[in-house]
T-cell receptor, first 112, second 114 residues
């Protein structure tokens, strides 16, 4: 049962433009959400997180938005850079349960 | 400060065999989690160890077992290997236990079962 879904397997964006990655979840008990970035032959690298008490968290070029009523979150990357080309995973967890539930990932390609 | 390391990088086994994968946690971390990532999918939680005890388990059969040592390094053991066990196995460490914290991943071990 896939509780975290990333419905877009790939995204292509021009350098300098905005990348928007989407993630939906079904478990209303999830209260902590993370984005990880993964390059080939490397493990996922933590990017940014958000708690359910917030609806927005920003870190440099990366902003995560959370819409609890829609059970939806998104990651905005502005401006996109060639080094952002990677697979991005959305993950979620709930209080007192430290396992992460991951989506299937979105492959981002930033074109020069 | 060293990051999370895993060994070996790649491994090929045949059905029915047993395998042990190893993970060294990031310095200062006392919690380790193991994940299985099949091709085209996101990582799936196997189990977590906190201070040498299993702290939670995902939907994996008992032939998947683990250990955490006093220095917080960890092993994942898989018995009676099946073809579907072919995957990337990731470990992640954190300063967690009773406090949720960001998990930091190693590069993974690619297991191929023939």
């Amino acid at each position: 049962d896939q509780q975290v879904k990333q419905n877009s397997p790939s995204l292509s964006v021009q350098e300098g433009r905005i990348s928007i990655l989407n993630c939906d979840y079904t478990n209303s008990m999830f209260d902590y959400f993370l984005w990880y970035k993964k390059y080939p032959a490397e493990g996922p690298t933590f990017l940014i997180s958000i708690s359910s008490i917030k609806d927005k968290n920003e870190d440099g070029r990366f902003t995560v938005f959370l819409n609890k009523s829609a059970k939806h979150l998104s990651l905005h990357i502005v401006p996109s850079q060639p080094g952002d080309s990677a697979v991005y995973f959305c993950a979620a967890s709930r209080s007192n349960d430290y396992k992460l539930s991951f989506g299937a990932g979105t492959t981002v390609t930033v074109r020069a | 400060e060293t990051g999370v390391t895993q060994s070996p990088t790649h491994l090929i086994k045949t059905r029915g065999q047993q395998v042990t994968l190893r993970c060294s946690s990031q310095s200062g971390h006392n919690t380790v989690s193991w994940y299985q990532q099949a091709l085209g999918q996101g990582p799936q939680f196997i189990f977590q160890y906190y201070r040498e005890e299993e702290n939670g388990r995902g939907n994996f059969p008992p032939r998947f077992s683990g250990l955490q040592f006093p220095n917080y390094s960890s092993e994942l053991n898989v018995n009676a290997l099946e073809l579907d066990d072919s995957a990337l196995y990731l470990c992640a460490s954190s300063w967690g236990g009773l406090r949720r914290d960001t998990q930091y991943f190693g590069p993974g071990t690619r297991l191929t079962v023939l």
